[in-house]
C-alpha cells in the first residue's frame, strides 16, 4: 500500500482521447488503466485537509457523465473519503496560489501556479508521495528541478511529455 497524489490532468485523461492522435490515445489508455488499478487497490490518495484538490476535481470532472471513468474515479474518491481511507494533509496557503510548503527554489519560480498545491502537498506529507502526472506537460518541463527538492513525478505517459512539450521541440 502505498500513498500518492494524483494530478486532476490524469482522470481527465482517462476519460478524453482523440481518436486521431495515437500519442494521445496511449496516454489515455494509460491513464484509464493507472484509474483502474488505483480503484482496485488499497493504496492511498493523499490530498489536502483544505479541499482544494478535491474542489478542482469537482470543477473540471463532470460527473454528469456517470458512466465516465474520471466521473467514476471521483465517485469513488469521495467514497473513500467518508471511510477514512484518504489522507488528508496540512498545506498552509499563504497567497493565492501559494503556499508555506512550497519548496523555496529560483529553479522552480516560474512553475504552473495551479499546480503548486500538489508540490506543496508532496512536500509536506511526512511519506512524500509521488505525483502522478498524465499529460500535463509542464510538469515534464519542471521535473529535474522537482526532483532536485525531493519532488518526485511519475509519469503514466512519457512518450506524449516526450513528443508534446516545450522543452522537447
Keep these: 500500500m502505498k500513498h500518492l497524489i494524483i494530478d486532476t490532468n490524469v482522470p481527465l485523461k482517462a476519460a478524453t482521447v482523440k481518436p486521431d492522435d495515437e500519442i494521445d490515445r496511449r496516454c489515455c489508455l494509460a491513464c484509464l488503466n493507472f484509474i483502474k ?3 482496485d487497490s488499497d493504496d492511498i490518495v493523499v ?4 479541499k482544494e484538490i478535491l474542489n478542482e476535481y469537482r470543477r473540471n470532472i463532470d460527473t454528469s ?3 465516465s471513468v474520471s466521473s467514476q474515479f471521483l465517485m469513488w474518491l469521495l467514497r473513500r473519503m ?5 489522507d488528508l494533509h496540512e498545506i498552509t496557503k ?4 501559494a503556499y508555506a510548503e512550497y519548496p523555496n527554489s529560483p529553479q522552480l519560480e516560474h512553475f504552473d501556479r495551479s499546480d503548486r498545491k500538489f508540490v506543496a502537498l508532496a512536500n509536506a506529507h511526512p511519506q512524500h508521495p509521488s505525483i502522478y502526472n498524465g499529460s500535463d506537460t509542464d510538469w515534464w518541463d519542471f521535473r529535474e528541478a522537482l526532483e532536485q527538492v ?3 513525478v511519475f509519469f503514466l505517459c ?4 516526450r513528443t508534446k512539450s516545450k522543452s522537447c521541440s
Design 37 to 39: 488499478e488505483l480503484m
Design 47 to 50: 490530498l489536502d485537509r483544505g
Design 65 to 67: 457523465k456517470e458512466d
Design 82 to 86: 467518508l471511510t477514512g481511507k484518504v
Design 94 to 97: 499563504i497567497g493565492d496560489n
Design 150 to 152: 525531493g519532488i518526485h
Design 158 to 161: 512519457e512518450e506524449y511529455m
